[in-house]
């Protein structure tokens, strides 16, 4: 593969990413207590390089960069002594970026693959411990 200068390492990841995460507990007393998560990550969009990188002889136009994202996921629960109840949502906004998309170049072109985020999921979580 064939690399411009100045033209970002390949894999490297993105140029900045954020992430922030808050949780507040709030005790019920005794050995009671509830509690709210939040988690969230930001990526901005990634440098081109290689097929993606319009001064290299392979650049592939049908090809783009990993996009800027970014993912919410919210968690509320109790503990009640040993049990700890929690209901969440990941994805809250549902994104769904291209973060791997290419095409086959030995069979056919028109073949192609992408991998994104997992779609929003709800959940409940239930933990016991003694």
Do not use: C, K
């Not at 968690?75 to 209901?87: E, I, K, Q, T």
């Not at 030995?106 to 992408?114: E, G």
């Amino acid at each position: 593969m064939i690399y411009n200068g100045g033209s970002s390492i390949p894999d490297a990841g993105p140029p900045t990413a954020i992430t922030l995460s808050a949780m507040y507990t709030m005790p019920f007393g005794g050995e009671r207590s509830g509690y709210a998560r939040v988690d969230y990550n930001r990526s901005s969009e990634w440098r081109r390089y290689g097929t993606t990188d319009p001064g290299t002889p392979y650049y592939d136009s049908r090809l783009i960069p990993i996009p800027a994202y970014d993912v919410l996921n919210l968690r509320f629960g109790a503990r009640l002594g040993g049990v700890d109840v929690s209901v969440f949502v990941n994805n809250v906004q549902d994104r769904a970026p291209h973060l791997s998309l290419t095409s086959s170049t030995y069979y056919d072109p028109q073949d192609w693959q992408d991998v994104t985020l997992r779609p929003r999921t709800y959940g409940l979580t239930l933990t016991y411990r003694r």
